[in-house]
Structures are given as structure tokens and as C-alpha cells.
Nanobody
């Protein structure tokens, strides 16, 4: 059974930083593209970033480019999201997701491309 467990959320002032972690278990993690999505109250879940299985290819939402960095450590079955220069509009529940698809395509921007999801971690940014 695949489990994704996010951690690292919390309250931070605007301009500050947080690093989210997502620990995966239950399948061969290195086979899965991994992503972060977020959902703010009253809004749809939106794509944040994705990283390929082994060659480090990444895609980012325009709203976070240059501020957020997604990385992964396959030996630790963990994916990270380093968030810098946080803004109040970054506040949301952040979800980790894994896909059984092999290669990144444009579909990786969409939630239905992913097969497994974590429970989410709350990020609050004060102005």
C-alpha cells in the first residue's frame, strides 16, 4: 500500500522560507514522477511543481518559478519543496502526489495524472 506523508508546514511571515518533505512508502519510489499541489480555501487544487523519476527534470507553476525548488532523494524515498520568498497568496494546504506514468508530459500539470496522494500539510503566510 502506497503512503505519502507530508511534513514541514507551518506559520511563516511573508518573505520567509519553509521546506516541505514528503516521505513515500509502499512502492518503488524511484519509478514515480513526484509532484506538489496546493489548495487554498474556496479554490481548486492547483499544480505547484513536479520532478521526474531519475534525471531531475522539473516543471513549475509560473506563480512559484524562481522562488520554489523541488528535489528528491530516491535513497530516502523523499521529495522536498523548498519555498523561499513566501507570499500571503502561497498560503494553502500542500499535497504531495505520485504518478505511475513513466515520463513527464504536459499532463503532469493536472491532478488526474497522479495516482497517489498524501493527506496534506498546512502552510500559512502572515503579511
Amino acid at each position: 500500500q502506497v503512503q505519502l506523508v507530508e511534513s514541514g508546514g507551518g506559520l511563516v511571515q511573508a518573505g520567509g522560507s519553509l521546506r516541505l518533505s514528503c516521505a513515500a512508502s509502499g512502492r518503488t519510489f524511484s519509478s514515480d514522477p513526484m509532484a506538489w499541489f496546493r489548495q487554498a480555501p474556496g479554490k481548486e487544487r492547483e499544480f505547484v511543481a513536479v520532478i521526474s523519476r531519475t534525471d531531475g527534470i522539473t516543471y513549475y507553476a509560473d506563480s512559484v518559478k524562481g522562488r520554489f525548488t523541488i528535489t528528491r532523494d530516491n535513497a530516502k524515498n523523499t521529495v522536498y519543496l523548498q519555498m523561499n520568498s513566501l507570499k500571503p497568496e502561497d498560503a494553502a494546504v500542500y499535497y504531495c502526489a505520485a504518478s505511475t506514468n513513466t515520463y513527464l508530459t504536459g499532463s503532469a500539470y493536472y491532478a488526474d495524472w497522479y495516482n497517489y496522494w498524501g493527506q496534506g500539510t498546512q502552510v500559512t503566510v502572515s503579511s
